[in-house]
T-cell receptor, first 114, second 110 residues
Framework: ETGVTQSPTHLIKTRGQQVTLRCSSQSGHNTVSWYQQALGQGPQFIFQYYREEENGRGNFPPRFSGLQFPNYSSELNVNALELDDSALYLC?????????????FGPGTRLLVL | LAKTTQPISMDSYEGQEVNITCSHNNIATNDYITWYQQFPSQGPRFIIQGYKTKVTNEVASLFIPADRKSSTLSLPRVSLSDTAVYYCLVLPHNNNDMRFGAGTRLTVKP
């Protein structure tokens, strides 16, 4: 158990819809990162938030957006869903302190786009 | 960012020591080497992290040669529950772009 929780666990949407995924960080962690993991592949970095500001972004289009709240919980929003967005979405929390810190992953939300 | 290369899959038997080597030829001075383990339908789990020489914890050992262009994760006496995908990552100093490769799928047989 990492103390990182995600909701919902599973979700089915149709093309063109919008989705919001939620993540609750481990207590005391000020940084949250989101990843997309397609079947059989490693997680791909979407973006990271530190103290409510975006702190790095991977190669994902603007329709992937996020928020981090004062209590360090976080949301991932995806607009105009495409079939290829079907994947496991993982969030990971950590403490940013000037060096590479361990990231603690949640169990993920499995999204299916039909 | 440093690219990593590791074997796609490995097989082992219970009780054996398993060594998984990762190449990272263009590692930067401030980069750390980190290994994660992932079971199906779960998020990756941190195993070990190191910068140089050798690091050991209750789960594994990490060997890093002086040139830091490769690293080896050593799992002593594996069990069936060690069957998982193992990822080697070279983390930038600010840790804001973790690049996972395809990982190494380890299968432990009875």
């Amino acid at each position: 158990e990492t103390g990182v929780t995600q909701s919902p666990t599973h979700l089915i949407k149709t093309r063109g819809q919008q989705v919001t995924l939620r993540c609750s960080s481990q207590s005391g962690h000020n940084t949250v990162s989101w990843y997309q993991q397609a079947l059989g592949q490693g997680p791909q970095f979407i973006f990271q938030y530190y103290r409510e500001e975006e702190n790095g972004r991977g190669n994902f289009p603007p329709r992937f957006s996020g928020l981090q709240f004062p209590n360090y919980s976080s949301e991932l929003n995806v607009n105009a869903l495409e079939l290829d967005d079907s994947a496991l979405y993982l969030c990971a929390s950590s403490i940013t302190s000037g060096r590479s810190e361990t990231q603690y992953f949640g169990p993920g939300t499995r999204l299916l786009v039909l | 960012l440093a690219k990593t290369t590791q074997p796609i899959s490995m097989d082992s038997y219970e009780g054996q020591e398993v060594n998984i080597t990762c190449s990272h030829n263009n590692i930067a001075t401030n980069d750390y080497i980190t290994w994660y383990q992932q079971f199906p339908s779960q998020g990756p789990r941190f195993i070990i992290q190191g910068y140089k020489t050798k690091v050991t914890n209750e789960v594994a050992s990490l060997f890093i040669p002086a040139d830091r262009k490769s690293s080896t994760l050593s799992l002593p006496r594996v069990s069936l529950s060690d069957t998982a995908v193992y990822y080697c990552l070279v983390l930038p100093h600010n840790n804001n772009d973790m690049r996972f490769g395809a990982g190494t799928r380890l299968t432990v047989k009875p």
